[in-house]
């Protein structure tokens, strides 16, 4: 049985915006943004389609293009970590270290116990030869349940 969409439905809305979860969690990356698109097109203020879309941008190394679903997603939404975290990486990935860092402070300030963004945060650190800090940040990670942190530390924090 095939079931046909109505167009411009808020139920619609949501099945896009839950298939393309589905296929976020996949990696089916590209295919989770057209359905991300649709979802705005449906509901141009669904902020939560842009931070989704902004991760799938990332994964496709898309991470200007993340960086801007992310800004939208996070100047108009409630305050969610795990949005400041993902445009801190996509932002480390385009050199722009101490701009992820406040994303990763803010993510900390918003959930004191999220251990990657500890870890991410020390990793720019080090990027910005603020090795005390970052071995600090990445001891922190550690403490909250990160093994690859101290992996880190055995390296970067001698």
Sequence with gaps: MVVKLQKN?????????????????IDSNFEAIQDFNKVLELDSLYYP??????????????????????????SNSINDPFNYYVRGIAKMQLDMYQDAILDFDNAIS??????????????????????????????????????VAYKAINKLCK
């Design 9 to 25: 439905t808020s139920k619609n809305k949501e099945i896009y915006y839950f298939r393309g979860l589905s296929k976020l969690a």
């Design 49 to 74: 389609a842009f931070a989704d879309r902004g991760v799938a941008k990332g994964n496709l190394s898309d991470f200007r293009g993340a960086i801007l679903d992310l800004d939208k997603a996070i």
């Design 110 to 147: 918003l959930d004191s116990k999220f251990a990657d963004a500890f870890f991410r945060r020390g990793i720019a650190k080090i990027a910005i030869r603020k090795v005390d800090q970052a071995c600090f940040d990445l001891s922190q990670a550690g403490q909250l349940g990160s093994k």
